[in-house]
C-alpha cells in the first residue's frame, strides 16, 4: 500500500518519464522572404534586396541569372540587414542585358526564396541627363543658376555644377561651378562676373563615360553705375509737428536696395544727410512719418533708395506744417492791410494755405432792412449795432461781395488789399 502511494506520487510529478511521448515537437517552418525592386542600375551593377519576416534566420540575400528562377546555385550576394531589411550590391554585370533576381533566407528548415523581378542593366558608356535652371539673383557681378540630374548614366555621378561663358556653348573648359555629386537638383553660385555684360549658362553632370550637359541659359549683369529708380508720393496727414509720405521704388539698379525712405528739409533738394527716414529694403511702395517739424513752416521732400552703387531719389515735393494754437503767421505775408480804410489783419497758415485771422469789417454799417447797394461798400452788423462788427466782422450781401458782377467766373472783386 505504502509502495503503490510512493509511485502514484512519482507518476504525477514526473508524467514523461512513464510515457512514449509527452509532446510531439513541430516541425520547424521555412522562413518568410520578399524580394524588393532593383535600384541604382548601371551597365554594370544595380541594387537589390528583400524583406524577412522569420526568425532565427541563418543566412539571407539576393541570387540572381540571365535565366528565369535563380538559386544560390548560381551567382548571389549576402545582405546587410537592418530592421527586417536588406540591400545586396551586385556587379560584373553586362550592359544592355536583361536579368533575374530574387531575394532567398535560410534557417534550420531549409531555404526559402521571394518573387522573381526582373530588370535590364543599361547602355555601355551612357552620359548622365541633366536640366539647367533659369537664372536668377542677378547683380553687377554675381548670378544664381544650377541645374537638376534626372539620371546618372551607366555610372555613378562624380562631378556635377555649370559652366558658363561670354560665348554660346559654355563647357568644363571654361568658367564652373562644383556643386557635389548624384542625381538631383542642386544650386550654383556664379561670381567675379563683369557687368553689363551678357553671359551663357549650362549645368554639367560628368560620369565614367564622359560628361553631358543641359540647355542653355541666357543673361545680362546689371550695370556697375545702376542708382534706384524711386518716385516721390504726396504729403499727407499733416499736422503742427509732423506729416507723412512715402515712395515706390520701381527699379533696384545694380544691386539690391539696402536703404530706402524720406529725406526732408527747409531747404530745396534734400538728401539723406538731412532729416531722413529708413523704411525697409527691397523694391515696391513704402510709407514713411515725418516728425519734430516746426509749425507753420514750408518744407521740401523727397523719397530715396539706396544700394552698392549709390542713392536715388525720387521728384522733389513741399508742404507746410499746420500754425499753432495761437495761429503762425503766413511766411511772407504776416498780415494784409486794407488800402481803403487802412484795418491790418494778420494772418495765419493752415496746411499750404494763407487766411485772414480776422473776418473782414469794411464798408459803412447800414440796417438790416435796406439792400446793399453794390457800387457803394456797405456792410450789415448784427443787431444793426456797430460793436458786433469789430467782434465778428462785417456782414455781406453776394451782390456786394461780387460788386454786381454776373459774368461767370469773376469771383472776389471785393478784395481787402
Not at 512513464?18 to 525592386?37: G, H, I, N, W
Not at 551612357?126 to 554675381?142: C, D, E, F, K, M
Not at 514750408?298 to 515735393?317: P, Q
Amino acid at each position: 500500500m505504502r509502495i503503490s502511494r510512493v509511485l502514484f506520487l512519482i507518476i504525477a510529478m514526473f508524467p514523461c518519464l512513464f510515457m512514449v511521448r509527452c509532446v510531439k515537437e513541430a516541425a520547424p517552418a521555412l522562413p518568410v522572404v520578399f524580394t524588393s525592386q532593383v535600384s541604382s542600375i548601371t551597365a554594370s551593377s544595380a541594387n537589390a534586396g528583400g524583406e524577412i519576416h522569420s526568425l532565427w534566420v541563418t543566412s539571407y540575400g539576393v541570387c540572381w541569372s540571365l535565366s528565369q528562377n535563380p538559386t544560390i546555385s548560381g551567382s548571389h550576394a549576402t545582405g546587410v540587414l537592418k530592421s527586417g531589411k536588406f540591400s545586396c550590391p551586385i556587379t560584373g554585370l553586362n550592359p544592355e542585358t536583361r536579368y533575374y533576381v530574387k531575394a532567398y533566407a535560410v534557417n534550420n528548415a531549409g531555404i526559402s526564396y521571394g518573387a522573381e523581378v526582373m530588370f535590364s542593366t543599361l547602355a555601355s558608356g551612357q552620359l548622365p541627363v541633366v536640366t539647367t535652371v533659369a537664372v536668377t539673383g542677378i547683380s553687377t557681378t554675381a548670378a544664381i543658376s544650377g541645374g537638376n540630374v534626372l539620371n546618372q548614366g551607366s555610372s555613378a555621378v562624380t562631378d556635377r555644377g555649370v559652366c558658363y561663358s561670354t560665348t554660346q556653348s559654355p563647357t568644363i573648359l571654361d568658367l564652373t561651378t562644383s556643386d557635389g555629386t548624384g542625381t538631383g537638383i542642386f544650386t550654383s553660385s556664379l561670381s567675379a562676373l563683369t557687368p553689363n555684360t551678357v553671359y551663357f549658362v549650362r549645368a554639367f553632370a560628368t560620369n565614367s563615360s564622359g560628361t553631358n550637359y543641359g540647355s542653355q541659359e541666357q543673361f545680362t549683369t546689371l550695370a556697375e553705375t545702376g542708382n534706384p529708380t524711386v518716385t516721390t508720393g504726396d504729403a499727407n496727414q499733416i499736422t503742427q509737428t509732423s506729416a507723412t509720405a512715402g515712395g515706390e521704388v520701381t527699379l533696384q539698379g545694380s544691386s539690391t536696395v539696402t536703404a530706402r525712405g524720406i529725406c526732408w528739409s527747409k531747404s530745396k533738394n534734400p538728401t539723406t544727410g538731412d532729416s531722413h527716414t529708413t523704411d525697409g529694403t527691397g523694391t515696391g511702395g513704402y510709407n514713411s512719418s515725418m516728425t519734430g517739424l516746426t509749425s507753420g513752416t514750408l518744407y521740401y521732400f523727397r523719397a530715396y533708395a539706396t544700394n552698392s552703387s549709390g542713392t536715388g531719389y525720387g521728384a522733389e515735393k513741399n508742404f507746410t506744417t499746420l500754425g499753432s494754437a495761437s495761429g503762425v503767421p503766413c511766411p511772407g505775408m504776416p498780415s494784409v492791410t486794407d488800402i481803403r480804410d487802412g484795418k491790418v489783419y494778420p494772418t495765419v497758415q493752415i496746411g499750404t494755405q494763407c487766411w485772414l485771422q480776422k473776418n473782414l469789417n469794411a464798408g459803412t454799417r447800414i440796417d438790416a432792412s435796406r439792400a446793399q447797394n453794390p457800387a457803394d461798400l456797405e456792410k450789415y452788423c448784427y443787431n444793426d449795432l456797430e460793436a458786433n462788427c469789430e467782434t465778428y466782422g462785417g456782414l455781406y450781401q453776394w451782390d456786394e461781395m461780387m460788386q454786381g458782377a454776373a459774368t461767370p467766373g469773376v469771383q472776389c472783386l471785393f478784395r481787402p488789399y
